[in-house]
């Protein structure tokens, strides 16, 4: 697997995706910080450095999404998949070889944000907020959610040889669970009772009625439980530090993550390669 | 014989399409054998089986004397390489840059002899040309290029020659012949163009509907095929009848040619007509072709 990793990483040093990503996702992180600097000068707004700090996550996964289904689906289009299965090499260690080269291109776009946020945040943001050792965690937990996200673009970019529907359907894919993950939190986050207002005798009145979409023990074990496993539910969770089962999110990504390089590696190699 | 490559009842099956039907074939070391076959008879299937890209429905096959479903057949596919329908080449980097990335894929310590491969193919002068530019024939040359990567000892070629231009064609064999003859290497193709490919297998493997039809060396070819002699008279009647006197096989094409199929004395000839006041214009000798042979072997219809 090490000459594979050698020449995926080589290939990953000259992919013009890659480093246009890294540039965007570097300037991103400059520019929140900026924008957070000038709300702090013109509102005096208390802007703490580690309140967007898990924004990279969330950009490296959509990153990941581009990149993987680009940089394996490349390896189809052209037909070089051919050249290492031709001499002799595993289909599982050319499965592995990709995934780790896609989870250190997903870790290096949620450094370059890391790198633009706290090098320019150390000096123009407020200090932390939350203590270090959450900081911490969150961390982990976006690590591990990354790695999930890359599991899972891995797998349908291996597994689709076409270049472009791979690349369409990861996008999607990001998308839809970004969304759908969204709406699990809105609803999670429903209050029990809503405001009701009527007028009385001529006097407004405010009256507590049950409200319908809020969602009762059972559906909310099941809401909590698809956030929790989708990597989509778990940048959420980080986005807004409102993290309901800190220790559990990262076993929930590790489990994700080999279930779907389970079968993706089952899969490819029953796969005939054209 | 040291065979290189063998299959022994090698099946694929597709749903309900059998491409490959209990195919048993046999590479020589030092050989190349060319594959011929209409399309759809099952010369790509058996490529990519060979190559490992998919695995037999049923069958084996054995390359370097290591079964295709042993553990150290990893180990006996680094010997070859192969170009399998299209050339397997990153389009966004130039013929060096590829040669780079297959000598990291094959965990080569240094990339000596990059620029020999290169020249070899004709493409040491490409320099920083993506190969997104190249030629067809030029993207072929790479890809055998890559494929030559490690030395191999088998190369697998699959119509190496669609596409190209005369030139390319020309080009494409003057390569495989240098590469057997200079580097010793054992090379299978699969051509359509049956002309081009008698112009360089040693041996050849004719396959139909997914079955062998026959093995031949080259040599046992050119026995196999008839020669004639194609003779232009002024009076096919006349020459009918020397024909019969002699004793020999002929077949009347036109008023005024025929073919004779034996060896002859031209002058015996020409004096038996003169008797019979038909004067013989020419006389030239003709070979079966590969071509007709393969359709002599696999009937008719739609041919390679």
């Known amino acids: 697997m090490r000459k594979l990793l050698s020449a995926n990483f080589s ?123 959450q900081t911490a965690a969150f961390f982990a937990i976006g690590l591990f959610a990354l790695v999930a996200y890359v599991s899972l673009f891995t797998l349908l970019s291996m597994l689709l040889t076409k270049r472009s529907s791979s690349g369409m359907l990861c996008i999607l894919l ?22 009701q ?56 990504s590790a489990a994700f993550s080999a279930a779907t390089t389970a079968l993706g590696i089952f899969a490819f190699r029953k796969k005939d390669l054209k | 014989m040291n065979y290189v490559l063998s299959t022994d009842a090698l099946c694929k099956q597709y749903g309900a399409f059998q491409a490959l039907d209990a195919l048993s074939m046999h590479v020589p070391k ?24 998919q695995e037999p429905t049923s069958g084996t096959y054995t390359l370097f004397g290591q079964s295709g479903a042993g553990r150290d057949i990893g180990r006996a596919r ?47 002068d490409t320099g920083r040309k993506k190969a997104r530019d190249f030629s067809l024939g030029m993207r072929q040359r ?67 509907g997914g079955r062998m039809i026959q093995e031949i060396s080259a040599e046992e070819l050119e026995a196999a095929c008839t020669k004639c002699v194609r003779a232009e008279v002024s009076d096919t009647k006349a020459l009918a009848r020397v024909l019969e006197d002699m004793g020999v096989e002929y077949k009347i094409l036109t008023d005024t040619a025929a073919d004779i199929y034996a060896r002859i004395s031209i002058s015996r000839l020409a004096a038996a007509l003169a008797e019979e006041g038909c004067e013989l214009l020419s006389a030239k000798e003709r070979d079966e072709s590969l071509e007709s042979y393969f359709i002599g072997l696999v009937g008719g219809g739609e041919h390679a």
């Not at chain 1, 390896?75 to 499965?95: L, M, Q």
């Not at chain 1, 990001?174 to 405001?195: K, N, T, V, Y």
């Not at chain 2, 057997?180 to 090379?187: H, K, L, P, S, W």
Request: proline letters at 4%; one cysteine or more.
């Open chain 1, 11 to 133: 290939r990953l040093w000259r992919d013009k995706v890659f480093w246009i990503g890294m540039a965007c996702i570097f300037g991103y992180g400059c520019w929140l910080v900026s924008t957070r600097h000038g709300n702090m000068l013109r509102f005096e707004s208390f802007e703490p450095l580690d309140s967007r700090l898990m924004d990279g996550f969330a950009f490296a996964g959509g990153g990941a999404a581009i990149f993987v289904s680009l940089f394996l689906g490349t390896d189809y289009s052209d037909g070089t998949i051919r050249n290492k299965v031709i001499v002799g090499h595993k289909r599982s260690a050319i499965y592995w070889a990709n995934w780790v080269t896609g989870v250190a291109a997903a870790l290096l776009l949620a450094g370059a944000y890391l790198l633009a946020y706290c090098g320019l945040g150390v000096f123009l943001l407020d200090a932390p907020a939350s203590p270090a050792a």
């Open chain 1, 174 to 195: 990001f998308w839809g669970l970004f969304i759908f993950s969204g709406m699990l939190q809105s609803r999670l986050d429903a209050p029990e009772l809503l405001p």
């Open chain 1, 197 to 252: 207002f009527a007028m009385v005798d001529g006097v407004e009145q405010v009256e507590m009625v049950p409200n319908p979409q809020y969602l009762q023990p059972g559906a909310r074990r099941v809401c909590q439980f698809l956030m929790n496993l989708f990597p989509s539910g778990q940048t959420i969770e980080l986005l807004f530090g409102n993290v309901v089962h800190l220790f559990r999110l990262p076993v929930y």
């Open chain 2, 30 to 53: 030092g050989a190349i054998y060319g594959f011929v076959g209409r399309n759809g008879a099952g010369k790509t299937t058996l490529i990519r089986l060979v190559c490992g890209l």
């Open chain 2, 78 to 124: 680094r010997r070859m390489g192969a170009v399998v329908e299209t050339p397997s080449i990153y389009l966004d980097m130039t013929a060096a840059q590829n040669l780079r990335q297959q000598y990291r894929v094959l965990g080569l310590p240094s990339f000596d002899g990059l620029e020999e491969t290169l020249r070899l193919v004709g493409l040491a």
């Open chain 2, 142 to 208: 790479l890809g055998i290029a890559v494929a030559l990567v490690g030395d191999p000892d088998l190369l697998v070629l699959d119509e190496p020659a669609n596409g190209l231009d005369p030139q390319g064609i020309v080009e494409i064999r003057e390569l495989l012949l240098r590469l057997n003859r200079e580097r010793q290497i054992t090379v299978l193709i699969s051509s359509h163009i049956l002309d081009e490919l008698s112009k360089l297998a040693t041996h050849y493997g004719f396959i139909d």
